[in-house]
């Protein structure tokens, strides 16, 4: 029993390692497309920042993907909006055991939730995309 509750902790650090990234971690894992961005935008994506003229590869390595993204149509036509959060996907996980009439058992579980919800508390930015570059950039601050 030991060695599953063991098993199951170590698959859950994995998770949770493979899913915290930084700029510089997504750098390292994409350099042929760093390496041909411009300076001043190869260090604006370093210091994990966007702004508009990008386009969602720079984005993509800046700020990693969104949390949930949605498509808004206006009189100037139609954009997709990359919404990011402060927080990241949560996970949680138990195990329990128990017996019944002489049998006896295991069990365990994994939760993921990745706060997708429509109006998220825990926003901080929109970035907007009009034919393939950012058009805007939304910073939210203090949401009452």
């Given at each position: 029993?030991?060695?599953h509750?063991?098993?199951?902790?170590?698959?859950?650090?994995?998770?949770?390692?493979?899913?915290?990234?930084?700029?510089?971690?997504?750098?390292?894992?994409?350099?042929?497309?760093?390496?041909?961005?411009?300076?001043?935008?190869?260090?604006?994506?370093?210091?994990?920042q966007?702004?508009?003229?990008?386009?969602e590869?720079?984005?993509?390595?800046?700020?990693?993907?969104?949390?949930?993204t949605?498509?808004?149509?206006?009189?100037?036509?139609?954009?997709?909006?990359?919404?990011?959060?402060?927080?990241?996907?949560?996970?949680?996980?138990?195990?329990?055991?128990?017996?019944?009439?002489?049998?006896?058992?295991?069990?365990?579980?994994?939760?993921?939730?990745?706060?997708?919800?429509?109006?998220?508390?825990?926003?901080?930015?929109?970035?907007?995309?009009?034919?393939?570059?950012?058009?805007?950039?939304?910073?939210?601050?203090?949401?009452?």
């Open positions: 029993m030991k060695r509750l063991l098993s199951g902790l170590v698959v859950c650090a994995s998770l949770l390692a493979g899913c915290a990234t930084t700029p510089q971690s997504r750098i390292e894992q994409n350099r042929a497309i760093f390496d041909q961005f411009p300076a001043e935008v190869q260090a604006k994506v370093r210091a994990g966007v702004e508009v003229g990008f386009t590869p720079m984005v993509r390595l800046a700020l990693g993907n969104p949390a949930r949605f498509t808004r149509s206006t009189a100037e036509g139609n954009s997709v909006v990359w919404v990011y959060t402060k927080s990241s996907p949560s996970f949680s996980f138990g195990f329990g055991v128990g017996s019944y009439g002489g049998h006896s058992g295991v069990s365990g579980g994994v939760g993921i939730t990745t706060g997708s919800s429509r109006y998220d508390p825990d926003e901080v930015m929109r970035v907007e995309f009009r034919e393939g570059a950012v058009a805007g950039v939304e910073h939210v601050s203090n949401r009452n």
